[in-house]
Structure formats: structure tokens, C-alpha cells
């Protein structure tokens, strides 16, 4: 006891202070870290933390706008537009997308579906607030599998797009063309086109030719989402704008016959109307189905349609490069009436052959056609009285001619992946090749062969400027551009190019002969005549191949058979049609793309008589 009692009277608080000093500064210490950091999340960091708190809460998705639609000529409506819905998932929403695409595959499954895309495509391919799109124009099924399994899938949803519904399918694919996902190519290419990942632009035709026109502009909105990111309401929106209408020239009716009339045939047809060129059908077959491009086209479809030997996707009308064939004999004779190398009456003689140094020439007619005058050689399609011509003009007075037709040149048409076609002259040759041109090589160029090539639509627009006195236009598709309450954005006028170097009266004369080849006895384009109508007309036939005399080829392969040509217009007095025929290795023009033509014309006038 004593002791205690003497370490009592001993204490010292000053002993402990020390201690208390330190542990009331790290107390200190630590209250003011604690409000410093208060401050500095309330303060500084405090407007940024509570966007990303929103960001937890509110979305701001994008609205796709609707195209353009695109009518004819007469309204009728050939590309509009259709939901289509798809499954997206919202990273941002997803804690475990590893277990989450396991999830959904797992429900596929359940009703004999595969899941389209595996774990790792979706790894790669997702981006912050970005929705990815795991399953494109889902059918019902999936979409209520979706739907009735949506609290089990977090960060899963039903996204609708609108795509494009091609309701002449094939029949107009070369015109319209497709659309298809905007790719990285493109998107580094323009920037300026506003393009963004994920977009869907043309592609092929006039959907990528007028894409600025068409696409529209999105829109937003602003949404509050719940935990597993499930719209909840909608806090607002700002509304898409629609695409502008397009209105082309092409009639549905003209080109519905034209696609019809080419059945079991590959090539092309192209209609226009001569005084202003406007294009009333423009087909090339085989085509396409453009409706499969609209969100992305399967590898097996894109193997079958790229794999196949007619080519599909060619645009015949305006790549096509084709000899002319006898069709090219109005140029010749055109050229020959201007530079007074023969007048209308001047004659030759046709035996059936043209000699030429040690080389014989044939006529399509074995046996000769006779003493034949201009009108009778046109009619009639004798290629000795040519041969006798284009010797006489010689290959570059043809060529200055032949370009005058616009041929050799592109047309101008504002479609993409048109040919300029080739018209040789002796500079050509001998730049192309490093030799002169041989005597002989003019003979076959007179009518429509060697290396003579034009496109379907070059050979409509030659005849058009025959057919309307000589004036010379540019081929259009498209006539406007509008708001859908008509208040026109872009007009496309008929455009006059020129004007040919050959006189009213040897037009004339040269549209007597065009309308002697289809109504007179003798003319090889009898089969496009049509009761009360004067249709003219020129037959071709070209060869791929040389053949033995006598020799219709008609036992060679496919490939080697001659193409079957034909041009024609009417009325023959104020032409308002020109359609123009290439039917590949299809024989005599005459007997396969003349009766082609007659169909199109009868559309155009029984689509007329009942207007």
C-alpha cells in the first residue's frame, strides 16, 4: 500500500503530453484530408461527377432517318421504306458480356436458332455508349424471345431501323442500285459527307449517285434507362428529317415490259424519249436483287452473285461494250451523204463479196443483194455497199463522224461506271499497238466491226439524234429532287449537247430507209412492226468470232455466238421513243432483239392510250 500510494503522489501529467500533442495532429491531419477531398469532389470534380451520374441514368440514343423515296415519272412509287428491328447490347450496361452472350446464345438454342455473332466480335467490335448491333432484321420469333427474357438480359435491347423496300426488285436494281453499311474506307475517304459508324449509304446507282439528296438526317433523343439500361420514358427528342423524293424519267410500265421482253436473254435495253433524252427504262439483265443488300449481304449470297459467269452486276446499258454491228451502217452513210462520197442514188453492185488484196469480204447474204442503191442497202442491211463506202471515206473520216453520233465518249449520264465505248482511228492503232493501220481494218470497221465498240445507251442516244432532226442530248434519269410538299430542291433540265454535222434532208433520207428496214418487203426488221404505228428501225449482228462461210454458229459455245442488235424509233414523223437493243449471243438482230423492241414499244403506247 505505502507504494501505490507514493507512485500516486508521483503522477506527472506533463509525462503524457507529448503523446496527446502527436495524436491530436494526426487527428487534425486527417479531418482536413477528409474536407480537402470533400472539397475537391463537391468543387472541383463535382459538375463532371454529376454528368457521369446522369450518364448512369439518361442516354442519348440516335434516330435513324428515313430515305428518300424515288418515284417514276408518272408517281408511282418504286423504293420506299419498312421497319426492320434488331438486337443490340449497350456496353455500358453490361457488367459480364461474356456471360450475357452465353445467355443469349444459350436462348437461341432453346428454339433451334444460332446466335449470329460469338463473344470475341463482340468484344472487338463494341465501343462505350455505342449500341452494337448482334442481330439484324430479327424475325417475330426472336423478337419475343427477346422481349419475354428481358430482365434476364441486362444491356440487351430492340433497336428498329428503317430499310429499303425495292418493289421492282431486279427488274430496276442497275438503275436504283442498293445501299449497304458505311464502311472505314468510306468514312476516312469523305469526311465531309458527315458519315458516322454504323450508317447505312448508296452503294450502286442512283441510291449513291443522289445519297446527299436522299439520306436525310438524324435525329435524338434523350431517355432515362433503369439498372439493366431498359428505356424507361422519354425526356426528349429531336425528330429526324425524311430524305428528299426523287422523281426520275424512268417509266415502270416501259420498264417492266423491257425486263419481261429480255427473259431467258442476257444484255440490255435502253428507252428514251428523243427530244429531250430523258430515259424511259434502262435494263440490264441478268440483275440483281437489291432488297439482299439492305443490311448486309451474306457471304453465300454476295459467293452466288460474284461467282456467277454473266456477271449480274454489270450495268449492260451503260458498260456494255458491244461491236455495233450493221447498226453503225446509218453513221456511215451519214458521213459518206455529208462528205458527198455517194449521193442517194449512187449504186454498187453486191455478189455476195468485196475483194480487197488477197482478202475476200463477204455479205450476210450469200448470194449477193445485186445492184443496190443507198436506200435499198440500209433497208436490206448490205454490207458490200458499205464496204464499198467506208473504203471510200476511209477509217478516220468514219471515226470523226462515228464521234459526232457520240460514240467513243461517255454520254454523261449521271450514273456511275459508265464506258466510253471505243472508236479506232490510224493514230489510235498505231499508239495502241506500234503499227499503221491495214486498208483492210476500214472494211470491217464500215459496218460495225473490228474494233468498233459502243454501249446500249451511246447507240439509243446516236439514234435519238437521228430521229429528232440532229439535236443531241444528254441522257437524264432523274428529273427532280423535292420535299415531300413538292417544293422542288434540284431540277435536272434536258441538256442540248450538240447539234450533228449532217443536213435536215439527209436525216430524212436516212429515216425513209430506218422505216423501209421494219415495213418494207425485204427489210430485216419486220419483226418489229407494229399495226398503225410507224416504227423504224435498224437490225445488227455482231460477231464475237469469225465463222466459216455459211456458218450461223448456232452449234458453237454460248460464248462465241454472234449478239443480236437492234435500234429503232417512233412514229417515224416527231419521234417520242427510241429503244435500243443488245442481246448477247443471241443470234440475227432481227429475229431476237427486234421482236424485244416491239414489246417495249407496245407498252409505251398502250401505257399512252391509256393516260
Not at 496527446?20 to 484530408?33: H, S
Not at 417492266?256 to 424519249?273: F, Q, Y
Request: proline share 5%.
Amino acid at each position: 500500500m505505502p507504494e501505490k500510494h507514493d507512485r500516486l503522489v508521483r503522477y506527472d501529467p506533463g509525462e503524457y503530453r507529448d503523446r496527446f500533442t502527436v495524436i491530436f495532429w494526426v487527428i487534425l491531419a486527417a479531418v482536413c484530408l477528409l474536407v480537402l477531398r470533400l472539397w475537391y469532389l463537391q468543387i472541383i470534380k463535382g459538375e463532371d461527377l454529376l454528368k457521369r451520374s446522369e450518364n448512369n441514368r439518361i442516354r442519348i440514343r440516335e434516330v435513324k432517318a428515313m430515305r428518300g423515296i424515288i418515284v417514276d415519272a408518272r408517281g408511282v412509287v418504286l423504293v420506299e421504306n419498312r421497319p426492320s428491328y434488331d438486337v443490340v447490347i449497350f456496353p455500358e450496361d453490361v457488367k459480364d458480356l461474356k456471360g450475357l452472350v452465353e445467355k443469349l446464345e444459350a436462348l437461341y438454342a432453346k428454339v433451334g436458332l444460332t446466335f449470329p455473332m460469338d463473344y470475341e466480335t463482340i468484344r472487338e467490335n463494341r465501343r462505350p455508349f455505342t449500341p452494337l448491333r448482334v442481330d439484324r432484321n430479327v424475325s417475330r420469333e426472336k423478337l419475343a424471345l427477346i422481349e419475354t427474357h428481358s430482365l434476364e438480359l441486362p444491356g440487351v435491347g430492340i433497336d428498329v431501323m428503317p430499310v429499303r423496300e425495292y418493289y421492282y426488285g431486279e427488274s430496276m436494281a442497275h438503275v436504283i442500285g442498293y445501299i449497304g453499311e458505311v464502311s472505314r474506307d468510306e468514312l476516312e475517304k469523305d469526311r465531309s459527307a458527315g458519315y458516322k459508324s454504323g450508317d447505312f449509304i448508296g452503294k450502286f446507282g442512283l441510291e449513291k449517285a443522289l445519297d446527299r439528296y436522299i439520306r436525310g438526317r438524324a435525329g435524338g433523343e434523350q431517355v432515362e434507362v433503369n439498372v439493366v439500361g431498359r428505356k424507361v420514358k422519354t425526356l426528349g427528342r429531336v425528330e429526324p428529317v425524311q430524305g428528299y423524293r426523287v422523281v426520275l424519267t424512268i417509266d415502270a410500265q416501259v420498264q417492266k415490259a423491257a425486263w419481261a421482253a429480255m427473259e431467258g436473254k442476257a444484255g440490255a435495253v435502253v428507252a428514251l424519249d428523243p427530244r429531250d433524252g430523258s430515259i424511259l427504262a434502262l435494263v440490264s439483265r441478268p440483275g440483281f436483287d437489291p432488297n439482299l443488300f439492305n443490311r448486309g449481304v451474306s457471304a453465300d449470297v454476295w459467293e452466288k452473285i460474284s461467282s456467277n459467269p454473266l456477271h449480274p452486276m454489270e450495268n449492260r446499258a451503260i458498260a456494255g461494250q458491244y461491236p455495233p454491228g450493221s447498226t453503225y451502217k446509218l453513221i456511215v452513210a451519214a458521213a459518206a451523204l455529208e462528205e458527198g462520197i455517194i449521193t442517194p442514188e449512187t449504186s454498187f453492185n453486191c455478189p455476195g463479196t468485196f475483194e480487197m488484196g488477197t482478202r475476200t469480204f463477204r455479205c450476210w447474204r450469200k448470194h449477193g443483194h445485186g445492184r443496190v442503191s443507198l436506200h435499198r442497202a440500209i433497208v436490206e442491211s448490205c454490207d458490200v455497199y458499205f464496204y464499198n463506202v467506208g473504203r471510200l471515206l476511209g477509217v478516220d473520216r468514219l471515226a470523226q463522224y462515228a464521234q459526232a453520233f457520240g460514240l467513243g465518249a461517255r454520254t454523261g449520264v449521271a450514273m456511275a461506271g459508265e464506258r466510253r465505248g471505243l472508236i479506232p482511228t490510224r493514230d489510235w492503232k498505231l499508239a495502241r499497238f506500234g503499227v499503221p493501220w491495214q486498208p483492210g481494218e476500214t472494211i470491217s470497221i464500215a459496218i460495225g466491226q473490228g474494233y468498233n465498240t459502243a454501249t446500249p445507251l451511246q447507240l439509243a442516244n446516236a439514234y435519238a439524234a437521228i430521229a429528232n432532226g440532229g439535236e443531241f442530248f444528254t441522257p437524264r434519269v432523274v428529273q427532280r429532287v423535292e420535299t415531300d410538299d413538292g417544293e422542288i430542291i434540284e431540277e435536272f433540265r434536258p441538256e442540248k449537247k450538240a447539234v450533228l454535222p449532217v443536213s435536215r434532208e439527209n436525216l430524212q433520207l436516212l429515216k425513209r430507209a430506218l422505216w423501209g428496214v421494219v415495213n418494207e418487203p425485204g427489210g430485216t426488221g419486220g419483226q418489229a412492226r407494229i399495226a398503225g404505228r410507224d416504227v423504224c428501225g435498224k437490225t445488227g449482228t455482231s460477231q464475237v468470232i469469225g465463222m466459216a462461210e455459211g456458218d450461223d454458229g448456232s452449234s458453237y459455245p454460248y460464248e462465241f455466238r454472234d449478239h443480236a442488235l437492234f435500234v429503232s424509233f417512233a412514229p417515224r414523223d416527231n419521234p417520242e421513243i427510241v429503244v435500243a437493243v443488245v442481246a448477247e449471243h443471241s443470234g440475227h438482230g432481227g429475229s431476237a432483239a427486234a421482236p424485244v423492241a416491239r414489246k417495249v414499244l407496245e407498252a409505251y403506247f398502250a401505257g399512252k392510250a391509256r393516260q
